[in-house]
């Protein structure tokens, strides 16, 4: 997505080598409009999947996920962090690390939300390690749900988070691929 691009490189700061900070478009103040073309993007790319609802996880996600549900016309299900385990018979339920917050936390859905009848595409906003992503799929696997494939606005492809889920025979795509975060500059793919 160009446009995307474009905006990366104007609003993204370099934080660190491995951290690009999208705090202007994406992680903390959102451009509606933006957003609304990434959600037709993904729609384009999945509709002939016959989705019925959108997943994605609280809270960066969210913005993306609900466009992209309002394009296909469907539901959009965020899981929702939670600080300790509660077991509950009525959620999913998956411990993941998270790589920008050094901390473990527990995602869950309502089971009253995702089935086995769903065919669930997964949205999220910057890819890198892929702990949230692998936690999320294995909740759909525990739904029993089938999942399309996966739409990330930025995948980092110096980090093994997407390709290691492509190696799990999972479609992803993404918006803008960076290769590299070097001396302060955005090097895309
Ligand atoms: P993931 O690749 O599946 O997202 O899992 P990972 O454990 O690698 O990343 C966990 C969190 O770190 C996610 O946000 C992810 O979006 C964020 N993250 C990873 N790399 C970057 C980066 O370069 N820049 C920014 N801004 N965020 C990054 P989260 O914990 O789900 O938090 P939230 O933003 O959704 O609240
Ligand atoms: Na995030
Ligand atoms: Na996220």
């Keep these: 997505m160009e446009i995307l691009k474009q ?52 809270s960066s996600g969210i913005s993306v996920a609900f466009a ?33 917050k050094g901390i473990v936390t527990d995602i869950m859905v309502s089971k009253k939300y995702l089935t086995a009848n769903d065919r669930v595409l997964l949205i999220d906003d910057i890819i890198a390690n892929g702990d949230a992503a692998r936690g999320i799929i294995r909740i759909i696997e525990q739904a029993g749900a089938h999942l399309v494939g996966m739409g990330v606005v930025v995948e980092k492809t110096f980090q093994a988070g997407a390709r290691t889920i492509r190696e799990q025979g999972i479609r992803v795509e993404s918006l803008a691929k960076i290769a590299a975060l070097q001396n302060g500059s955005i090097i895309f793919e």
């Excluded at 103040?29 to 016959?50: S, T």
């Design 68 to 100: 992209t549900a309002l394009e296909l016309g469907v539901p959009m299900v965020f899981a929702r962090r939670k600080k300790t385990l509660t077991t509950d018979a009525e959620t999913f339920c998956e411990r993941v690390p998270s790589f920008t």
């Design 7 to 58: 905006r990366i490189l104007e609003e993204g700061v370099v934080h660190t080598h491995d951290v690009l900070k999208l705090d202007a478009i994406l992680n903390h103040q959102v451009d509606p409009q933006l957003i609304m073309e990434m959600g037709k993007q993904f729609a384009r790319l999945f509709r002939e999947q016959n989705v019925t609802k959108v997943l994605t996880i609280e």
